[in-house]
């Protein structure tokens, strides 16, 4: 019974660690104060300041711009990989799913780095594709992780049964596999969308001059000191991966359960 | 035709990685050499080294107990307490360390709170902007990891593994040690993984949280890159850095091979 | 006459192990044809080549004429019931049985109405708009097996599709599925490694050993007249005798064992002198008694174990232990306990002559 408690406990405070910074931050925004003092009085008026801030509104928009169209690639590839590797050979599935994982443990500052350098050797100025580039590698495997785990628990016996039953590869595909994936690559669509869209390092990086992203937005002003404006920013994009997550759990409720369960789990 | 689109990123991936970053350009070696003449290099490597293990440890300090409690102790309510620790997950960098930032800085909540309960004299917290501050900002960011990784393998031991040492007269701590532990040892490498080389080359929060104090590779790197326009020198360090994350990451994985093999 | 379907040396290898070594064999049309085997013998990967979803390294399969190798699973016209049933999640009943008949192009009326039958045939009307996942085991192998038939295949696949139910359902099911084929008349192959199932539904029974077919043949024949040990201890039980004829008498044998121990036995063939074989009887074949008769043998009661309408005695003779099986009819029936001297005895046509040899 105690060992219970003890847990609860640590767990409480486990959380309180992890959530006071964001939770602080959240408050803050509501504040009027300019210098984060108390008392607190609840004002809009950080939203308000953001609402008029123009180059805080584009960077955003291209944020969000670059992130739906991260999201789209990575699923499409990440899909695309998942069903082609499971043709292919154990060994050979073994081999690209690992390699596509690879990018994870890689620090995103080499990785920005590098493509900045091949741009460079190659004689190219920093662009959007490379940037896209940058963003989709690193992206992918979050993508990638949910979509094969999908693939490999839906297992070939449905689409052998289409085939069976008389369904070309093409009316199994997209009759049978793409609806039976289709919760997962909504998730891995998500997921990538998140990452890209917060993603600081790759965009410092690579973007082309002149164009921003909203995470360098923060960046500066952060640079520059503190400014309360940036409180609102932060509990906007807060709150709206929040939702997004919402979203995502619902609809992938039984995949995070796979995620975790031991071997051991049910038949 | 699937298997040629799979084939693209890793593609891509590889040209990446076979341009790593020799930019040092003609002047050949010498910006390596100039990298290991100076002591300042020298000493900001090791301060760099010595951040990242710390972090990782601490965060192994934390991370443990909590993956346990999961996986053993809290049977209800598990999916939404492992929710919640993966959501800040979710958070951009920037806006984590910033929070951060908000929180410890002299003036800031934690500081007033300290002072109201007389925690604190009243010059401030004096945390913000030093090297611990940029230690709390990156556990706080990795060790959710080290959680994820250890609960996994914790997850996979049987409850009947743990009865039946109990059942042959060990005691609690001796089942710990000698099932438990050895059991979790993956567990435990991977997270190491996950949280060590991506710390090796933060640069983000030592500089938003460190300040002057918070210089590491990774910050002089990205002045290089962007203040100095030392384009050469800094691909030199990049480079070495690159060197120190493939040798962590090969040792790291070597272990834990070893571990696999030994413990099944 | 050409038989429905023919196999001829069909081989199968997988990552260097050869799992079939040229089989061969045909079925009629119509006839329910059961593969049995132990795991790992062969049976489900002749089940697939025939399916289309491996290639076979050698051999040919004729469909009513046609060679089917190179043809592609969907062009094939087969109808199969997956172990896992393998509806699809996303569609209801309605759609899942429906899906072979759209693929063929028969206009919506039609369909509805094939549909229905289908559904009517499996006991299932008035599911249509359930999905998968509200349905019970016995439920969803239904609609597999509905899916399967409604599109009127050549050939009805079905790799060991009752393992999944318990065993009352299982039963239940077995009649059924055979109802069924009987009605459609719809030539089966019946992929399984429960020999009982094997003997109820069949026509025929190929009994399968590491990638081998060993015999083939009707169920009877099979369990009555098995080829060799593997068979005759796979289907049902067996005593076995290794040993050497000697002729004694007329009509009677002795067979040398090892260790001067000699079984005296009858059968209906001729043996020569010096055949090495393996004398096999069924426990269920071989009566008990307390008084001697000629050329019965001795033994001791060690154990006997009740099992409701069975009574299964270990009894020691020859120098081993012998399984006798009797049905346990009520009244009047000689009650034997652990340690009684007995003697047992069979018919000549029991005895089973198994792995011969010429001297």
New interface residues.
Partial sequence: MAKKLFGWIYTGLLLLFLYTPIIVLMVMSFNRSQYNALPIEFSLKWYKALAGNEKILQATINSLWIGAITAVLSVILATSLALGTNLAGRKTRTAMQSLVMLPLTMPWLIMGLSLLLLLRSLGLDRNFIVLLIGHLIISLPYSALVIIARVRDMGKETQEASSSLGASDWTTFYRVTLPMMLPAMLSGGFLSFMISFDNFVISYFLIPTGTTTLPMEIYSSIKFGFTPEMNAVATIILLASLSLIAVTAAVMRSSIRALFKSDKGDA | M??S??V???F??F???F???D?SGFVGLANYARFFSKSFYLKLTLKTMRMSLLVTVISLL?AY??AF??AK??AKGK?I?????I??F???????A??????L?D???LD?ALQHVHLSSGEGLGILFTQTAVIIGLV?IFC?YMIITI??TL??I?DSLLEASRSLGARPITTFRRVILPLTETGIISGA??VF??C?????EP??LGGTQGSVI?TV??DQ?FEIYG?NF??AI?FL??VM?LAS?GILSALRKRGVRING | MMAYLEVRELSKIYDGTTVLDNIGFDIEEGSFLSLLGPSGCGKTTTLRLIAGFEKPEGGSIRLNGTIINGIPTFKRNIGMVFQSYALFPHMSVEQNVSYGLEQRNHNHSEIKKKVAEALEMVRLTGYEKRKPKQLSGGQQQRVALARALVIRPSLLLLDESLSALDKKLRVEMQVELRQIQKEVGITTIFVTHDQEEALTLSDYIAVMEKGKIVQLDTPDTVYEHPKNSFVADFLGQANFFPGVVRREGNHGYLLMMDEKQYLPFRCDEFLEDGTHCTVSVRPEKITISDREEHQAIRGKIEFITYAGNLSIFRIRALGQEIKVQQQNISAGQRKFVAGDSVFLSWEPESTLILEREKE
């Fill in positions: 699937l298997i689109f799979a693209v990123p890793l891509i991936m040209a990446y990685s341009q790593g970053d930019g934390i107990p909590m409690i999961l102790l809290i999916n307490i492992l929710m919640l620790i959501i800040p979710w958070s951009s960098q920037l806006i984590r910033y929070s951060w930032m908000n929180l800085r003036g800031g909540i007033i706080h959710p609960y996994m997850e996979k049987d993984i996950l080389v991506p090796l080359g933060s640069f983000v500089r938003i990774g790197i990205e890159f384009w800094g691909s990049a850095l690159l994350v990451m």
